[in-house]
C-alpha cells in the first residue's frame, strides 16, 4: 500500500489515551483526580530529614547533624555508623531493597549505582546491612563519565562522598523502591568530577565574604545562605506523537516540521485553564515531589501552546540544585502514567517560545534577605551596599554569566527574540534606578519613589497596593523585588554551575568591596562617609550594565555596543572566554575551581555541543532520506501516473502539470540539501574537540537548516495521508 495512514492512527491513539490502548498507564490518573492532597502527611513523607532524624538518633549524634546542616561544620566521622544504622532500619521500614549514591556528574543529569542491603548469612539465609563506610563514601567506576582530561579512562576510580546537608531520600519505581544517598563525585586524585562540590565550595567562599561585609554594618557572626528558586518551564505532548518523531526521541527537539496555522499569537494558552489530563499530570506531579520534601508551589500553562511551568518555593543553593534534578526526573517520570511525554528541551519546537529556567538567587542570614530594600531604599545603606556589589559583579563577569548558560540547546533561545538576548544586563526597575541616579549625581539619596494605591474604577473592586515600578520580562538579570531573576538558564541545565557562577562572582565583588572600605576605615574616614563615596563611585564605574528597556530590540543591541557590554551570540562565542586568565584566577582565589577543574569543564562543554549537534545532524538526515524524501517520491509518483493517465483520455492537465513541476523541484532542493548535509556529517571537522565543535556550528547547522527548509516546504504540500511525521498543527493542540 503506497499511501501511510500512520498520522491518523496515531491522533485515533492520541484522543484514546485513557483507554486499553496504553496498557493500563493512566491508571493513575484517576487516581490523582480522587485522591486528596493532604500536604502535611505527605511532605517530606520519602525523606529521611530533620523530623525523622530527630526521632531515630541519639541526641548527641542528631545534635552533630544539625551543627553541620546550620553551621556547616565538618561531620565527626564516628556518626556515621549511627546514622547509617538509622537510616537503614527506616529505608526498611519503607520497603526498600538496595540504596545508591546519587551524584551530579558533568553530563548535566544525575547518575546512580545500586546496591543491595543484603549480606548472605551462615545459615544459608540473608540479612540486611549498611554501615557507616557504605554510607559516607562510594566508589563508583568512573571511567565512562565526563571527565575533560581529568583522569585518563585507564585511572578509572572516583569517589563519591555523602552530603549530609541534603537529605536521603526513597525513590518509589512501579516494581519496588530504594534508598537514595546525595553524593559529591570526585577523582582519585581529589579533583571535582560533578557539579556539587564546586557549588558547595561557591557557597562556602560566598558566605565567608558576605560575614565580612556585614561585619562592617555591626552584623557579628552572621551565617549567610545563597539561596535559590529555580521556575522549570517544560512541553507536554502525547506519548503517541512522541514516539513516532525520531527526532524528539532522539535529540529532544523538532528537526524538521511546518510552523502551524495558528501558533502562540492568539495569547490564549499563557495562564489560561489548565487542560484536565495536564492538571493531573501537575497534581501526581506535586504529590511525589512533595513526598521527596521538595516544596512546589506554582503551576500554570506558560506562553506557547503546550507549554506550561511549575515552580518550587526556595531553598538554599545545594539544596534548590538537588530537588531541580528531582523536579526534571520526575516530570519525565510521571508524564507516561497520562500518556504524555515531558519536553525539557531548550526549543521542542521552532517559531514558538523555547522554554527556560529562571533562576531566582539571592542570599541571606536566619533573619534577613540581604536584597530586601525595604519601603525606603535609599535609607537601606546596606541593601544598596550589597545591590552594588551585585551590579559590579555581574559587570566585571558579563562573559562568565553568558558561558554559564552556554549549550546548544540554549543557542535556539538566546537572542532569538523571545528569550533573554545574549547580552547580559541588570534591570533594577524605576524605584532602584533612581535613587542609585540619586547617588551617582549627589553622591547620596534623599528619597525612594513610592507605589501609592491603584482605584480601579469601581466601588467594589479594592484599591490596590502598587509597586513603585512595573516588571520586564525581557531582562536576562532582573531585580525582582527582593532577589534577582537570572532568565538565561536552559529549562533542560542544571542549575547548579550558574549557581556557582553567581555566588564566585559576589564573593569576590563582597570581598573587594569590604576591602575598599576597610582601606577608608584605616585611613580614619567615617563608615558612612566610606560607604556613601563607595557607592557612588561603583554606581558611577557600571552603571552601563543597567537597563530597564526593551532587550529584544535592535535599539538595544546597538545601545549595548555603544557601551561596550558583551554580546556573546552563540555558546562557542560564550565558551571561549571560560579559561580566560580572568576567570581562572577568580576561580581559584575563592578556592571554587581549580585551573584543571575549569579547563576540564570548558572541554567537556564543547565536547557536549560537538556531540549534540552532530547527533542532530545525523537524525536529519537520516529522518530526510528515510522518512521524508520517500513521502514525496511516493506522491510524485502518483501525481505521475494521473498525469500520464489524464494524457492518455486527451484531457487539459494544466493544475497538475504545475502540481508535478512544484513537487519535483521541491524533491529536487531537498536531494541537494540532504547530500550537502551528508556530506558535511561525514566530516570529522579536525582533530580536536575545540575544531570539531566549531565545524558543526559553522557546517552542520547551515546544512541542517537547509534540510529542514526543504521539508518544511514538502510538508505544506505533500498529502496529510502521505505524511510520515505528526505535525506541529498536532502535537502542539492535541491535548
Ligand atoms: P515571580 O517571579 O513571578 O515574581 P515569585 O515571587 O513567586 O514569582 O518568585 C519566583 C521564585 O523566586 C520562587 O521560586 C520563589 O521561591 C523564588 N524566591 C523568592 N524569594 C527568593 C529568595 N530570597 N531567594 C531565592 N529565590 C527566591
Ligand atoms: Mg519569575
Redesign the pocket.
Same mark, same amino acid.
Given at each position: 500500500m503506497p499511501r501511510t495512514t500512520a498520522r491518523f492512527d496515531t491522533l485515533a491513539a492520541a484522543r484514546g489515551w485513557e483507554g486499553e490502548a496504553r496498557n493500563g498507564a493512566a491508571r493513575s490518573a484517576p487516581r490523582a483526580a480522587a485522591e486528596p492532597m493532604d500536604i502535611e502527611t505527605l511532605f517530606g513523607q520519602h525523606t529521611f530529614g530533620l523530623a525523622e532524624m530527630r526521632g531515630r538518633l541519639p541526641k548527641q549524634v542528631y545534635r552533630a547533624i544539625l551543627r553541620t546542616l546550620e553551621h556547616g561544620d565538618p561531620l565527626d566521622p564516628s556518626v556515621a555508623d549511627v546514622v547509617a544504622l538509622a537510616m537503614k532500619e527506616w529505608a526498611l521500614e519503607k520497603g526498600a531493597s538496595h540504596f545508591t549514591h546519587w551524584f551530579q556528574p558533568l553530563t548535566g543529569s544525575t547518575a546512580e549505582k545500586h546496591d543491595s542491603f543484603i549480606t548472605p548469612n551462615e545459615g544459608g539465609g540473608a540479612v540486611a546491612e549498611f554501615n557507616g563506610k557504605e554510607l559516607i563514601q562510594g566508589e563508583p567506576d568512573a571511567s565512562s563519565f565526563p571527565s575533560g582530561g581529568l583522569r585518563a579512562t585507564f585511572e578509572a576510580r572516583g569517589y563519591t562522598a555523602w552530603d549530609p546537608t541534603s537529605p536521603a531520600f526513597i525513590v518509589e519505581t512501579g516494581a519496588g523502591c530504594y534508598l537514595s544517598i546525595p553524593t559529591a563525585f570526585a577523582s582519585w586524585t581529589g579533583e571535582a568530577l560533578d557539579t556539587k562540590i564546586p557549588l558547595l565550595r561557591s557557597m562556602n567562599a560566598l558566605a565567608t565574604q558576605a560575614r565580612r561585609a556585614l561585619e562592617l554594618f555591626g552584623v557579628r557572626d552572621a551565617r549567610v545562605t545563597a539561596?535559590?528558586?529555580?521556575?522549570q518551564e517544560f512541553f507536554l505532548i502525547d506519548q503517541e506523537f512522541f514516539y513516532r518523531r525520531p527526532d524528539l526521541v532522539t535529540t529532544g527537539r523538532t528537526l524538521i516540521g511546518a510552523r502551524p496555522p495558528r501558533g502562540q499569537e492568539l495569547e490564549d494558552h499563557y495562564f489560561g485553564s489548565i487542560p484536565d489530563r495536564v492538571l493531573a499530570f501537575m497534581m501526581e506531579v506535586e504529590r511525589e515531589l512533595y513526598r521527596l520534601g521538595v516544596?512546589v508551589?506554582?503551576r500554570h500553562n506558560e506562553v506557547a501552546p503546550g507549554q506550561f511551568e511549575m515552580?518550587?518555593?526556595?531553598?538554599n543553593a545545594n539544596l534548590?540544585a538537588d530537588h531541580q534534578q528531582l523536579m526534571m526526573i520526575t516530570l519525565r517520570k510521571v508524564a507516561p502514567r497520562f500518556g504524555l511525554a515531558a519536553l525539557l528541551h531548550e526549543k521542542p519546537f521552532a517559531g514558538v517560545n523555547g522554554s527556560g529556567k529562571?533562576l531566582?538567587?539571592?542570599? !541571606?542570614t536566619e533573619s534577613q534577605?540581604l536584597?530586601?530594600p525595604g519601603d525606603t531604599p535609599h535609607e537601606n545603606m546596606q541593601f544598596l551596599f550589597f545591590c552594588t556589589a551585585v551590579l559590579r559583579a555581574v559587570d566585571r563577569h558579563q562573559d562568565l554569566i553568558r558561558a554559564s548558560v552556554a549549550h546548544a540547546g540554549n543557542d535556539h533561545r538566546l537572542g532569538a527574540n523571545e528569550a533573554p538576548p545574549a547580552i547580559i544586563s541588570v534591570f533594577l526597575g524605576t524605584q532602584l534606578t533612581d535613587v542609585l541616579e540619586q547617588i551617582e549625581r549627589a553622591g547620596t539619596a534623599t528619597e525612594s519613589k513610592q507605589g501609592g494605591l491603584l482605584g480601579l474604577g469601581s466601588p467594589v473592586l479594592p484599591h490596590l497596593p502598587q509597586h513603585a515600578g512595573d516588571?520586564n520580562r525581557t531582562s536576562p538579570f532582573a531585580f525582582? !523585588?527582593?532577589?534577582f531573576?537570572f532568565r538565561a538558564p536552559g529549562s533542560s541545565q542544571s542549575v547548579s554551575f550558574p549557581a556557582t557562577v553567581l555566588n564566585t562572582i559576589m564573593a569576590e565583588s563582597l570581598d573587594e568591596l569590604s576591602t575598599a572600605l576597610d582601606a577608608e576605615l584605616a585611613k580614619g574616614v567615617s563608615f558612612e562617609d566610606a560607604l556613601r563615596r563607595l557607592i557612588a563611585e561603583e554606581v558611577r564605574r557600571v552603571k552601563r550594565i543597567v537597563f530597564n528597556g526593551d532587550g529584544y530590540s535592535q535599539e538595544w543591541q546597538d545601545e549595548a555596543a555603544r557601551r561596550g557590554l558583551l554580546n556573546l551570540r552563540t555558546t562557542l562565542d560564550a565558551l571561549e572566554t571560560l579559561p580566560s586568565d580572568k576567570n581562572r584566577a577568580l576561580f581559584e582565589k575563592y578556592g571554587v575551581l581549580t585551573h584543571r577543574e575549569l579547563e576540564s569543564r570548558h572541554e567537556i562543554a564543547l565536547d557536549q555541543y560537538f556531540k549534540t549537534v552532530n547527533i542532530e545532524g545525523e537524525t536529519t538526515a537520516d529522518m530526510a532520506g528515510t522518512m521524508i524524501l520517500p513521502a514525496a517520491v511516493r506522491y510524485l509518483n502518483d501525481l505521475v501516473a494521473a498525469a500520464d493517465r489524464t494524457r492518455t483520455l486527451g484531457v487539459e492537465t494544466r493544475g497538475l502539470t504545475r502540481t508535478v513541476q512544484i513537487v519535483n523541484e521541491l524533491v529536487d532542493e531537498m536531494r541537494d540539501a540532504l547530500d550537502a548535509l551528508v556530506a558535511q556529517n561525514a566530516e570529522l571537522g579536525g582533530e580536536t574537540v575545540h575544531s570539531k565543535a566549531y565545524h558543526v556550528r559553522d557546517n552542520v547547522v547551515p546544512a541542517m537548516l537547509r534540510v529542514r527548509a526543504a521539508a518544511d516546504r514538502l510538508e505544506k504540500v505533500v498529502p496529510d495521508d502521505y505524511w510520515p511525521l505528526p505535525t506541529y498543527r498536532d502535537m502542539l493542540f492535541v491535548k
Open positions: 539561596t535559590c528558586g529555580p521556575e516544596p508551589k506554582t515552580a518550587p518555593i526556595y531553598e534548590a529562571h531566582n538567587w539571592s542570599l !541571606g534577605n536584597l530586601e516588571r525582582t !523585588g527582593n532577589k531573576e
